[in-house]
């Protein structure tokens, strides 16, 4: 049976549609209306089968309605997804179908039907070009069902004649094929295959386009550089920097290298590591991150690890498709990381917009509203990094109209390991290279060599292939592999599935291969074989294990629910070669391979440098609002929100600190991720530093002053400066052959090569993309320097003010006459904060970028509402100054480097020297600006009236225990999607309860036959059963907790949970586990039972987005084991969700209430109960936070006390620990 379906959301839970109405309303403001409707087509299942998925995959009966037929009677069309695009919708509806059916064969494709009110046919149009980004989508015809048919693969063609074309002929195919690759590297390859006397196919054509790619080789950066000629005023300044970067290359021994971009890069690297101050870099043969050994510190013990680091860019596919693109920039940093074995948990995200308030019809033609790219691109990076559970604890946006020529999109990431877990060794003849994670598909072919292209008008039409879908949850099951050492230590190598796909990955991990292709796990058929070798995946990872290892490897892949195959083998050959249905499609020789193509030189002049001219206005109360609300000032907090930040329980500080969550963190701080660890010490620190303005003017000042900022930062929040490694991000513009266009990354690197050297610090990896071009527009020179440091969390502050009569002090950074930073005053500074810091004395610091004194000083008066009085001279107050520094001390510090400027104040005012402001008029100015881009106020808040007369309820002694435990076991089950398994049980762990936890198995349907069969039996010998947070099946199919409640209506689960409970066992659901309880019917009821409309749910957060923060929860009744002893008890803990707003109709609230099942709600500052933003994040009814089931044995919340450990959350002044597992472990005993 093929079968059809639209689903409604219900009044209240459709989010979506005002949503679109808002958007559309940008472009057509007549539109009365918008209604969407999700679709699915389904394929291949009976009559019976379809009865027993659709209300538990496609319909929440208490949220939805089925329609059968087309519901749409006014002006309306569809959309899907392109086929070949990754659809998490359709897939996680297929899982549940085999999940509840057995059926393995069914398929299902998604879409959306919208219909409007108010539109006219040429409004459809607008609305159809603004909805549908044909680089993802298509329009949908509702008049057809049928599945796209399976194509039969092409044969891999070789290219006749190929290497008996003359120059003209060559240059012609050159031409109509599309190379990433130049014509000379078109011809150096003509020449090779005349050696080798055949013609190539087209596959070792798209391989070495790939390889060789400026994306992959990094081939602008590695041409060498000739003719370099400094002119104007900054000649004699280029001159000295540039001689002593020839004589570090002496000292180096480098003098017959070509002189390159990517030369000067390193060369800080190479030279502190010889002379003994980079003693801690680790090198290796594999490219995978920048990688340092460090002393992790914890539980009063001392071990050697690896703290690994990456940024990476996706500016092309962010540009073009921003979803997709954005959340693979995630992906694919992580992979680099997670590759080298280490467990990543750290990330901060950084990106380059034009004007993204700008209306939708000044969007220029082939391109992407702006607005709509950064909307996108948000979702889609915090949809990855929410969904496989990575702290982002610095989340910021550049405004800048260079970034309309493209997009800038950067994820830096940090991962750790112990030392003795990884195992570095060269492969050999006759070991395996196994590859593991998701399937192979079309999408992600060509992005390579897509990303090395300039972009242009048509670019939005054609590069569909180019961009992926990223699946987070299979890449989660990768982290939770490379978590197990005795899984790590079998691996000699590793690579990830970036771009290139097979031919890189697999390509760059030894020099001799033979690579079957027919092996790979395909998403679907009718791929050939040169799809099949350059299609990049961020799922996937490629690993050399011994032989005698293979099958020990691949059961500990299947064991967590990960596919993996042999597809390789190490020979002697010294060639590469990829087989494909009985034909060797590629044969090349490792030597020519590893040539990179022809070597390239380019004359190089520096001609633009001006001298820095900053505008800045003068001080009053005007031009200070103004500025305060000034794009690359303002507040980015609904931006922000939308990222995990907690999740893990690393977080030092979070992103907004303060009582009142409102002033920005210097960057990220972390502790490391040691599992079973009750106190970390070591830390890590990550910043960034950039500033476009300077950038623009004089790319060698805005290099400098980026690696300041960078440092500034990282001492800012209690970092040693001297244990900072540096990665920096290159994007420039496409530079061509232009000698004054290739004069600005030479420039930038060269302030940044002053800024290493002056400072003692190194660049240990980096990032360059060079092809931000579109028509006439560039991308300004950008050069982001990212630090990353060790440090200690005793020594972590963080920039809000902290109490009253503390003393305020200035550091004023005063530049060298050539403008350069004064890196003497600066590492003098940066010393005695550190040790001011240590003693307790400096409390706070601010770094001054835009907006000067002035702004610093209201951001850090913003989180706990204290005010200042300072005198301080004009000309700084507005002035944007990097390296400048505002200081709070408890004490008088004696250094004649500080400048005392005033004391914290207790009051809402902010004086600086005769004038006063508002505390909370500066925050509104600073706040407004994109409140309609990224709200962080409700539109519309939703109460209940409930009779309070709980105390007039006779008190129930409903705690009962059967049976005394000395050490109670807890068995967490880890659905696909599940991400804080690791703290749940790391909490119940710590106050003495015995833990398991097992993956969901459900690569086919034996497996998940007896990975029921084994959950059973850990239930069986459990006491408590937890229900971890995440996005189970990425809370897809349009819903949180579906497939996890599926699971548990399966017979044998349901008889086991019912079981545990009969038996006096308990059961804990958090976050998406409360989720779970709820639509499972475990809440209110106690039993899995079936919903219907009147039951009560957990719906999108009111905001209708996801929210991460902290909140205060008031504990209101502690009947249950959970809460005992916890009573009008106030705690703040960290919340991250998207679905917790608790829905249910007043009638069965009230007898909620009156049952005692409240458990926890949300209170304001004032200690009453919260009703909406920003205490109540979700708009919960009755402000309920957490609830009970009748006899107080289960208890679900959506906050996360699992998160907090000692030292974490410093910002934040009231975070406690809500210990409600000392309690579940206590009740057994």
């Known amino acids: ?12 839970f459709d989010v979506e549609s005002p949503k679109i ?46 329609i059968e037929e087309n519901p749409a009677k006014g002006t309306h069309f569809a959309l899907e997804f392109l086929p070949g695009q990754y659809d998490q919708r359709a897939d996680s509806a297929q899982q549940c179908i085999a999940l509840l059916t057995g059926n393995e064969k069914s398929k299902v494709r998604s879409g959306k039907l919208i219909e409007f009110e108010g539109v006219s046919e040429s409004d459809l149009v607008k609305i159809k070009d603004l909805l549908i980004n044909k680089v993802e989508s298509q329009e949908k015809d509702l008049s057809t ?30 031409n109509n094929h599309g190379f990433a690759l130049g014509l000379d590297d078109l011809k150096f390859i003509q020449e090779y295959f005349k050696t080798e006397q055949r013609n190539p196919t087209e596959t070792e054509l798209k391989v070495l386009d790939t390889y060789w790619s400026d994306h992959c080789r990094h081939t602008t950066f590695e041409t060498e550089l000739s003719n370099i000629e400094f002119e104007g005023q900054f000649k004699h300044t280029l ?24 030369d000067l890069a390193t060369v800080c690297g190479r030279y502190f590591h010889k002379t003994g101050d980079l003693e801690n870099l680790v090198v290796s043969d594999e490219i995978n991150a920048c990688t340092i050994q460090i002393e992790a510190e914890y539980d009063g013990k001392k071990e050697p690890w690896y703290l690994l680091f990456k940024n990476e860019t996706h500016n092309h596919p962010t540009e073009i498709e921003p979803f997709g693109g954005a959340s693979t920039c995630l992906g694919g940093a992580i992979r680099d990381p997670l590759s080298g074995r280490s467990f990543v948990f750290q990330a901060m995200r950084l990106t380059g917009a034009a004007d993204v308030l700008e209306p939708v019809d000044q969007t220029l033609p082939g391109k992407l509203p702006q607005k709509t790219i950064t909307k996108q691109a948000a979702n889609g990076y915090s949809s990855y990094g929410n969904q496989i559970g990575l702290a982002t604890t610095m989340v910021s946006e550049i405004y800048d109209e260079g970034y309309k020529a493209k997009r800038m999109e950067v994820g830096f990431v940090a991962g750790a390991v112990p030392v003795d877990w990884v195992r570095r060794e060269k492969p050999e003849a006759g070991d395996s290279i196994i590859i593991l994670g998701g399937a192979t598909g079309r999408d992600g072919v060509g992005g390579a060599s897509g990303s090395s292209k300039e972009q242009d008008e048509t670019s939005i039409h054609t590069m569909s292939s180019e961009v992926q879908k990223g699946n987070a949850v299979e890449e989660r099951k990768i982290q939770r592999l490379f978590r197990n050492p005795e899984v790590t230590r079998l691996i000699k190598k590793s690579n990830d599935f970036g771009a290139g796909g097979v031919s890189v990955a697999i390509g760059e991990i030894a020099d001799s291969l033979e690579v079957n292709l027919d092996v790979l796990p395909l998403k679907y058929e009718g791929l050939n074989g040169t799809e099949l070798a350059i299609s990049e995946s961020q799922e996937r990872m490629a690993v050399v294990v011994e032989p005698k290892d293979k099958e020990k490897f691949i059961k500990f892949c299947e064991a967590e629910n990960i596919v993996a195959v042999e597809v390789a083998k190490v020979t002697d050959s010294g060639r590469m070669q990829m ?32 001298e820095v001219k900053e505008k800045t206005p003068t001080f009053n109360e005007e031009n200070f609002l103004k500025i305060l609300g000034d794009k690359n000032v303002a507040s980015q907090k609904g931006l922000l929100e939308m990222f995990d930040s907690s999740i893990g329980a690393t977080t030092v500080a979070m992103p907004l600190g303060g009582k009142y969550q409102q002033t920005l ?28 303005e300077i950038s623009k003017q004089n790319s060698l000042l805005g290099a400098s002053y980026a690696v300041v900022e960078s440092v500034a930062k990282i001492v800012a929040m209690g970092g040693d400066y001297k244990n900072i490694r540096f990665s920096f991000q290159e994007y420039f513009e496409k530079l061509g052959q232009n000698p004054e266009k290739w004069g600005k990354p030479l420039a930038s690197l060269l302030g940044a090569y002053d800024a290493q050297i002056n400072f003692g610090l190194a660049a240990i990896g980096g990032k360059d993309s060079m092809s931000g071009t579109y028509q006439d527009l560039n991308v300004p020179p950008t050069l982001i320097s990212f630090a990353c440091a060790n440090g200690e969390k005793k020594n972590i502050i963080s920039p809000e ?78 002035a944007k100054n990097i390296g400048s520094l505002i200081i709070e001390s408890k004490e008088e510090l004696s250094s004649t480097a500080f400048q005392l400027v005033g004391e914290v104040k207790d009051s809402n005012i902010v004086k600086i020297n005769d004038a006063e402001f508002a505390i909370e008029k500066l925050l509104a100015a600073n706040t407004n600006t994109f409140e309609s881009l990224f709200p962080t106020v409700e539109k519309e808040k939703i ?230 933003m920003p205490f109540n994040p979700n708009n919960s009814l009755f402000g309920i936070e957490g609830i009970t089931s009748p006899d107080g044995k289960i208890f679900g919340r959506m906050g996360h006390p699992e998160r907090f450990a000692e030292g974490l959350f410093k910002n934040i002044p009231t975070a406690n620990y809500h210990n409600i597992f000392k309690n579940g472990v206590e009740y057994f005993k």
């Open 239 to 262: 001159e000295t920097i540039f001689n002593d970067y020839i004589e570090k290359r002496k000292f180096l021994g480098r003098e017959l290298k070509p002189i390159s971009l990517m």
């Open 665 to 692: 963190m210097e960057g990220s701080v972390q502790t490391l991720p040691i599992i079973g660890a009750k106190n970390i010490e070591t830390v890590s620190l990550a910043s960034w530093g950039f500033d476009a």
């Open 21 to 66: 109405f808002d958007d559309v309303k940008a472009v057509v403001p007549s539109i009365q209306s918008v209604k969407v409707y999700n679709v699915y087509d389904i394929f291949g299942l009976n009559d019976g089968e379809f009865e027993k998925v659709v209300n538990s995959t496609f319909v929440d009966p208490v949220t939805d309605i089925l």
């Open 943 to 1172: 109460t209940v009236k409930i009779d309070e007369k709980l105390n007039s309820i006779d008190p129930r002694n409903i705690i009962i225990k059967k049976h005394g435990i000395a050490q109670p076991k807890v068995f967490a089950p880890v659905f696909p999607g599940t991400n804080c398994e690791y703290d749940t049980l790391n909490a119940f762990a710590k106050e003495g309860a015995v833990v398991s936890s097992l993956p969901l198995i459900n690569i086919n349907h034996q497996l998940l036959d007896e990975s029921i069969d084994a959950w059973v039996k850990e239930i069986k010998t459990s006491q408590i059963l937890a229900f971890s947070g995440g996005f189970s099946a990425g809370d897809e199919p349009d819903g949180s907790a579906k497939f996890i409640v599926n699971v548990l209506k399966n017979e044998k689960m349901r008889n086991a949970v019912h079981e545990l409970l009969d038996r006096d066992g308990m059961i804990i659901g958090i976050c998406n586990g409360f989720q779970a309880l709820v639509k499972s019917g475990l809440l209110p009821y106690g039993r899995i039972k079936d919903l219907d409309e009147n039951s009560p749910t957990l719906a999108h957060n009111a905001i209708r987005r996801h929210i991460s923060q902290m909140v205060n929860v008031k504990v209101l009744n502690d009947e249950s084991p959970w809460l005992k002893g916890m009573k009008d008890q106030v705690f703040t803990i960290p919340i991250s969700h998207g679905e917790g707003r608790f829905m249910a109709s007043e009638a069965e609230i009230q007898k909620l209430y009156e049952n005692g099942q409240i458990a926890t709600q949300y209170l304001d500052l004032e200690g009453n109960i919260a009703h909406g």
């Open 579 to 610: 087989f494909w249905k009985g034909d060797k499609i590629v044969d090349l020789s490792r030597a020519f391979l590893d040539t990179n193509g022809c070597s390239k030189s380019q004359e190089v002049k520096i001609t633009h440098l001006n």
């Open 801 to 878: 003010f902290k109490n009253e009569g503390n003393k305020v002090y200035f550091f004023n950074h005063i530049a060298q006459e050539n403008g350069l930073p004064n890196y003497d005053a600066l590492k003098e500074i940066f010393e005695l904060i550190f040790e001011n810091i240590k003693v307790g004395k400096i409390v706070s610091v601010k770094t001054v970028k835009e907006g000067g004194v002035a702004v610093a000083l209201s951001k850090m008066s913003f989180g706990n509402r204290l005010g200042a009085e300072i005198t301080v001279d004009e000309n700084v107050l507005l």
């Open 1 to 12: 049976m093929n079968k059809r379906i639209f689903v409604e959301k219900r009044g209240i």
């Open 145 to 174: 069902l049928n599945i796209p048919a399976e194509e039969t693969p092409s044969k891999v063609i070789v290219h006749e004649g190929f290497i008996n074309f003359d120059d003209a002929q060559l240059e012609e195919f050159f």
